[in-house]
């Protein structure tokens, strides 16, 4: 079956350090990948996008690559901040298909 | 910048009952999309939603649940008989293009259903 894993349920850093999360998938082949953010009690919010034909994407602090071998897409945040703790959700979309499927998120703190 | 609107922000409901969730996606998208997640867990997907028909389901997605948008703005999810396991947060979410055309999903923030 179709799988989906964030690897850390949670992942606790200190201030200015790299955070890096990490997204595996098994039996798909994604036309492309999305990382979103979710605060509690709210909505995911699209942070990056990234195609199957793209080794890495950046976008301010932010940075995302893909692996299409591995099957696996790593997150980075480089000189993190209290501000980013939130939990982190990779989604998929398959390429005969519409929908977007999301894995169960990392949860990341950022200590002071 | 222009934001989905979701209401209520919570709607408490006794099984049995129906229940209709309202949303507004952003005024120029043409994709509509109802996800849900129950407390802990993760984002589910229920339903897209094009051009006044049903592009895609899940199997969550059963005869107990209907979608319309019964006008120019507003995307409803109408739930016909509530189960206790219907308690979740629902996101509404839209896109300008078909999620397939790499298309980011923008999202509501949610109403929380407990069902009783």
């Known amino acids: 079956s179709q799988k989906i894993e964030q690897n850390s349920e949670a992942l606790n850093i200190q201030e200015g350090k790299t955070a890096t999360l990490t997204c595996n998938y098994t039996?798909?082949?994604?036309?492309?990948l999305q990382w979103y953010r979710q605060d509690p009690g709210r909505g995911p919010v699209f942070l990056l996008l990234?195609?199957?034909?793209?080794k890495e994407k950046r976008k301010e602090r932010l940075k995302v690559t893909f692996d299409t071998t591995l099957k696996q897409s790593l997150f980075h945040i480089t000189a993190s901040q209290p501000a980013d703790s939130a939990t982190y959700l990779c989604?998929?979309?398959?390429?005969?298909?519409?929908?977007?499927?999301f894995g169960s998120g990392t949860r990341l703190s950022i200590r002071p | 910048e222009p934001e989905v609107t979701q209401t209520p922000s919570h709607q408490v409901t006794q099984m049995g009952q129906e229940v209709i969730l309202r949303c507004v996606p952003i005024?120029?998208?043409?994709?509509f999309y109802w996800y849900r997640q129950i407390l802990g867990q993760k984002v589910e997907f229920l339903v897209s939603?094009?051009?006044?028909?049903?592009?895609?389901k899940s199997e969550i997605f059963d005869d107990q649940f209907s979608v319309e948008r019964p006008d120019g703005s507003n995307f409803t999810l109408k739930i016909r008989s509530t189960k206790l396991e219907d308690s979740a947060m629902y996101f509404c979410?839209?896109?300008?293009?078909?999620?397939?055309?790499?298309?980011?999903?923008?999202f509501g923030n949610g109403t929380r259903l407990t069902v009783t």
């Open positions: 979410a839209s896109s300008f293009k078909d999620a397939g055309r790499n298309s980011p999903l923008h």
């Open positions: 039996n798909y082949s994604p036309a492309y």
């Open positions: 990234i195609r199957e034909n793209e």
């Open positions: 989604a998929l979309r398959r390429s005969s298909a519409s929908k977007i499927i």
């Open positions: 005024s120029n998208h043409l994709y």
């Open positions: 939603f094009y051009n006044n028909e049903i592009s895609e």
